[in-house]
């Protein structure tokens, strides 16, 4: 396992990419609302991305299941009990659904990658908490990014807050290091270890990325190819940031 460090100069340029993202992003969360198709949200991320002379990061990235089904859209777009990787369709997000939009930029070589999970209008108390509860993961295992830790103790802190909750890690899908490719070293799991795993150190760059169920964590992937579901259909979430570790406090990148 390598992982690379970045310079100052690097995580500018992520920094920016990590910007033209989350205004994709919050273009999105604007214009999610009862009726709106999935197909519309993607195209106002790609939108946002091309006028700021970026590019997507999802459009074509390879299936590492299924090759020959290269990523068709610019967001991933999961709805209640998908997880990650929902291709955009004609489908109409219907009030009491929860969205997961996944969105990755490519800026200058450097990938820019963040997702949010956002309630369609009023919601069920167990979906809001969900919501809650996997965005605070992302914030408290940004917060355990830093230099004195080690690897297991980001993964470990994401686990012990969320099933203090009552609710699920997957373990199929992690998050990782991130820079000129979307998808480096290391992998960083949502369970594991305090004290275990590499020391981390400033330079590095993550996507830190919670990823939640109600029920079992157990996944299937749909006939598309590419969505990923709970086998039982209960709800889940998904947050992420792409952060840098420094000298001091962790920086979010993707704001
Ligand atoms: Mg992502
Ligand atoms: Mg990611």
């Known amino acids: 396992m390598a992982i690379i460090i970045k310079t100052r100069e690097e995580i500018e340029i992520m920094r920016q990419a990590g910007h033209i ?8 969360s604007r214009a999610v609302r009862p009726g709106i198709t999935t197909k519309e949200l993607d195209q106002i991320a790609e939108d946002v991305i091309r006028s700021h002379g970026a590019e997507p990061a999802f459009l074509n990235y390879p299936n590492s299941s299924f090759p020959g089904y290269p990523y068709p859209a610019t967001i991933t777009a999961s709805i209640n009990s998908e997880l990650v990787h929902g291709i955009p369709s004609k489908r109409r997000l219907k009030r009491g659904d929860i969205i997961s939009l996944d ?20 919601v069920s108390p167990e979906a809001e908490r969900l ?19 080690r690897l297991g103790d980001i993964s470990a802190t994401i686990q012990e807050w969320v099933e203090s909750q009552g609710f699920h890690v997957v373990r199929e899908y992690t998050g990782h290091g991130v820079g000129r490719r979307m998808h480096e070293d290391p992998q960083i799991p949502n369970w594991g270890k305090h004290n ?60």
């Open 131 to 149: 919501i809650e509860v996997t965005r605070q993961a992302l914030y408290l295992a940004i917060d355990a990014a830093r230099v004195g830790n």
């Open 196 to 255: 275990r795993g590499v020391p981390l150190r400033p330079g590095m760059t993550f996507a830190l990325e919670p990823m939640v169920t109600v029920g079992p964590p157990i996944l299937y992937v749909k006939s598309d190819h590419w969505t990923v579901a709970t086998r039982d259909g209960s709800l889940c979430a998904h947050f992420e940031h792409t952060i840098a570790v420094t000298d001091g406090e962790p920086e979010i990148l993707t704001l």
């Open 103 to 122: 969105c990755g930029t490519i800026w200058k070589g450097f990938v820019g990658d963040s997702a949010i999970t956002l309630p369609v209008g009023k």
């Open 21 to 28: 993202n989350a205004l994709a992003l919050e273009a999105m």
